[in-house]
């Protein structure tokens, strides 16, 4: 741990660094650091240490650094001189006082974004986005157009935070769609679904662009005359459903579930004279353009499926109330999309759980598995069963592969299989979309899709298997995060069963850090339970892909 400040400027720099690797400095305060910083050559260490302190807590992503050194320096190459040189300068000293860089290990990329970088990298990207975000950057002119943006399913937009749900497009931005899928609804009625990966730009009332990706458009009645703009051809619509896909070569391929469309391939002046000048789609009917400029068509076989017409079931979104800081402390109703249509349910409908087995996996370091508020209840197991989002047994123990047999759960001596066993006050039934909802802290500095988990059932039979969790239905890019109080948390007596959480003695305290809750849906049928059958518990296991822990606050079942 690093030495307490030592005056009020330490004490302040300390203040501002805090907030840096937490992302919520803006750009008068970094020119407060980078002035302190230039004040003391002892704040570099200072500022290194505190980095160090975080990662130790397990409040920073410690990933490999090998292969990102390259993007390092291509991102800072975008910064102004004197960020370049602070950043940079902050950078090589983490890096030559913290341990030696892991062995390379065989692990999947999240996404296409931070997730996939190593701590520093993510540090230079957050100080990029403050300065794409201030006055004087070289950001595109644009404007607040009709166009809404009224749904977002597991979306992550590269270089920014999502945008709110219901919010205007901004005419003639580029929207980079890393992860997920999002819905535009246009003045006439028409709406467009986009799929990861995409990029595209709103145009007009009634013109979408997109150079890369995936789109279905829904045009009712009313609506006709839309148009869709690709590198390759202009689609427009004459009151239809239809699909788009543009691949890396700008190939483009249309498919018109039902209704007409009209497709206009883009010739250029090289183009063949073979090139196509209009062609109407009807029902059931698909083209390709085969290139930019080419003109080419050729006819493609219908694929029914490539139409998208709603998003997928999924937590939308939650609310709470706040504590005296303004921030959330305990659930009061989650909205949830099944079979398609949203509803919202009060916390007193929702089925609690009770935790009835906990074990870290052996050998594994972690700075505690207990929080909740500043005093401990007398009788902890409310920690658990609440609707509180700043209390439960956190770090649980897991495996990297999930379970195929049973968990062992009363086994008397160390065999016990490492994770957290849940029982519902009652059976949930396995009904259309999520059946049970699952949150999770997350300090806003760490990787933005949550710790992944493991989730099973508590007996094992033919058909019936564990799900992994890599994705959150709402993720801390997502507004609906909502940030909430600090929690304490408990270290002291050694944990290794629920016993221990429930009489252990603990002190508890809290760091300056800012925390959000994460959200994903369950549907027990991808655990393959049939529909309409009633679960009685299940069991949760923390992924160890990486050295993070799921730390879940809230599980429910859905009336």
């Given at each position: 741990?690093?030495?307490?400040?030592?005056?009020?400027?330490?004490?302040?720099?300390?203040?501002?660094?805090?907030?840096?690797?937490?992302?919520?400095?803006?750009?008068?305060?970094?020119?407060?650091?980078?002035?302190?910083?230039?004040?003391?050559?002892?704040?570099?260490?200072?500022?290194?240490?505190?980095?160090?302190?975080?990662?130790?807590?397990?409040?920073?992503?410690?990933?490999?650094?090998?292969?990102?050194?390259?993007?390092?320096?291509?991102?800072?190459?975008?910064?102004?001189?004197?960020?370049?040189?602070?950043?940079?300068?902050?950078?090589?000293?983490?890096?030559?006082?913290?341990?030696?860089?892991?062995?390379?290990?065989?692990?999947?990329?999240?996404?296409?974004?931070?997730?996939?970088?190593?701590?520093?990298?993510?540090?230079?990207?957050?100080?990029?986005?403050?300065?794409?975000?201030?006055?004087?950057?070289?950001?595109?002119?644009?404007?607040?157009?009709?166009?809404?943006?009224?749904?977002?399913?597991?979306?992550?937009?590269?270089?920014?935070?999502?945008?709110?749900?219901?919010?205007?497009?901004?005419?003639?931005?580029?929207?980079?769609?890393?992860?997920?899928?999002?819905?535009?609804?246009?003045?006439?009625?028409?709406?467009?679904?986009?799929?990861?990966?995409?990029?595209?730009?709103?145009?007009?009332?009634?013109?979408?662009?997109?150079?890369?990706?995936?789109?279905?458009?829904?045009?009712?009645?009313g609506a006709e005359g839309f148009r869709l703009e690709t590198p390759a051809s202009t689609v427009v619509d004459r009151g239809t459903r239809f699909s788009v896909r543009v691949n890396e070569t700008s190939e483009t391929e249309v498919?018109?579930?039902?209704?007409?469309?009209?497709?206009?391939?883009?010739?250029?002046?090289?183009?063949?004279?073979?090139?196509?000048?209009?062609?109407?789609?009807?029902?059931?009917?698909?083209?390709?353009?085969?290139?930019?400029?080419?003109?080419?068509?050729?006819?493609?076989?219908?694929?029914?499926?490539?139409?998208?017409?709603?998003?997928?079931?999924?937590?939308?979104?939650?609310?709470?109330?706040?504590?005296?800081?303004?921030?959330?402390?305990?659930?009061?109703?989650?909205?949830?999309?099944?079979?398609?249509?949203?509803?919202?349910?009060?916390?007193?409908?929702?089925?609690?759980?009770?935790?009835?087995?906990?074990?870290?996996?052996?050998?594994?370091?972690?700075?505690?598995?207990?929080?909740?508020?500043?005093?401990?209840?007398?009788?902890?197991?409310?920690?658990?069963?609440?609707?509180?989002?700043?209390?439960?047994?956190?770090?649980?123990?897991?495996?990297?592969?999930?379970?195929?047999?049973?968990?062992?759960?009363?086994?008397?001596?160390?065999?016990?299989?490492?994770?957290?066993?849940?029982?519902?006050?009652?059976?949930?039934?396995?009904?259309?979309?999520?059946?049970?909802?699952?949150?999770?802290?997350?300090?806003?500095?760490?990787?933005?899709?949550?710790?992944?988990?493991?989730?099973?059932?508590?007996?094992?039979?033919?058909?019936?298997?564990?799900?992994?969790?890599?994705?959150?239905?709402?993720?801390?890019?997502?507004?609906?995060?909502?940030?909430?109080?600090?929690?304490?948390?408990?270290?002291?007596?050694?944990?290794?069963?629920?016993?221990?959480?429930?009489?252990?003695?603990?002190?508890?305290?809290?760091?300056?850090?800012?925390?959000?809750?994460?959200?994903?849906?369950?549907?027990?049928?991808?655990?393959?339970?049939?529909?309409?059958?009633?679960?009685?518990?299940?069991?949760?296991?923390?992924?160890?892909?990486?050295?993070?822990?799921?730390?879940?606050?809230?599980?429910?079942?859905?009336?």
């Open positions: 741990m690093n030495s307490p400040p030592s005056s009020a400027s330490d004490e302040r720099f300390e203040e501002l660094w805090t907030d840096y690797l937490e992302g919520e400095l803006d750009e008068p305060g970094l020119a407060e650091l980078r002035t302190l910083l230039g004040e003391d050559n002892g704040r570099l260490r200072q500022a290194t240490e505190l980095h160090q302190t975080h990662r130790m807590l397990g409040f920073l992503a410690d990933e490999d650094r090998v292969g990102s050194e390259e993007f390092i320096r291509a991102t800072m190459r975008k910064l102004p001189a004197d960020s370049e040189t602070f950043i940079s300068r902050v950078v090589r000293t983490q890096q030559q006082h913290a341990p030696a860089a892991p062995q390379p290990r065989k692990t999947a990329w999240r996404s296409f974004g931070v997730a996939a970088l190593g701590a520093a990298a993510a540090l230079v990207l957050m100080v990029l986005f403050l300065w794409r975000e201030t006055p004087g950057s070289d950001a595109p002119s644009v404007a607040a157009s009709p166009v809404r943006i009224t749904r977002l399913a597991r979306a992550q937009f590269f270089g920014e935070l999502n945008p709110q749900v219901d919010s205007a497009a901004q005419r003639g931005k580029d929207y980079i769609l890393t992860e997920g899928l999002a819905e535009l609804k246009f003045p006439s009625g028409a709406t467009a679904i986009l799929e990861a990966p995409a990029v595209f730009r709103v145009l007009g009332d009634e013109l979408l662009a997109m150079d890369a990706g995936q789109c279905s458009v829904h045009a009712p009645p498919q018109v579930i039902e209704g007409i469309a009209d497709v206009y391939p883009v010739a250029g002046a090289n183009a063949p004279a073979r090139a196509t000048q209009e062609v109407r789609l009807t029902e059931q009917q698909a083209l390709r353009v085969l290139g930019h400029d080419t003109g080419v068509t050729t006819a493609a076989k219908f694929d029914g499926r490539s139409y998208r017409a709603e998003l997928p079931d999924r937590v939308v979104s939650f609310t709470a109330n706040t504590g005296a800081d303004g921030d959330a402390e305990s659930l009061t109703s989650v909205t949830v999309q099944r079979e398609g249509k949203e509803a919202r349910y009060p916390v007193e409908a929702l089925i609690p759980s009770d935790v009835v087995w906990f074990k870290p996996s052996p050998g594994t370091k972690s700075p505690g598995h207990l929080i909740g508020p500043a005093t401990l209840p007398t009788d902890r197991r409310t920690l658990f069963s609440s609707s509180s989002l700043i209390s439960g047994a956190i770090n649980p123990g897991g495996s990297r592969e999930p379970l195929t047999s049973d968990p062992l759960l009363n086994d008397a001596s160390k065999a016990g299989t490492p994770g957290m066993a849940v029982r519902f006050r009652q059976p949930v039934r396995n009904g259309p979309g999520p059946d049970v909802v699952f949150f999770e802290i997350q300090v806003v500095s760490l990787p933005p899709e949550g710790d992944a988990f493991h989730c099973s059932p508590l007996h094992f039979r033919e058909g019936l298997r564990s799900q992994t969790f890599r994705k959150y239905d709402i993720n801390l890019l997502s507004p609906e995060a909502l940030r909430i109080v600090r929690p304490h948390l408990y270290t002291g007596s050694p944990v290794s069963s629920v016993d221990d959480l429930l009489s252990g003695k603990f002190d508890g305290r809290t760091f300056k850090m800012t925390y959000r809750v994460v959200a994903v849906g369950i549907d027990l049928s991808d655990l393959g339970y049939a529909a309409g059958e009633m679960v009685e518990g299940l069991f949760f296991q923390d992924a160890e892909d990486d050295d993070l822990r799921v730390d879940p606050v809230f599980i429910a079942g859905l009336p």
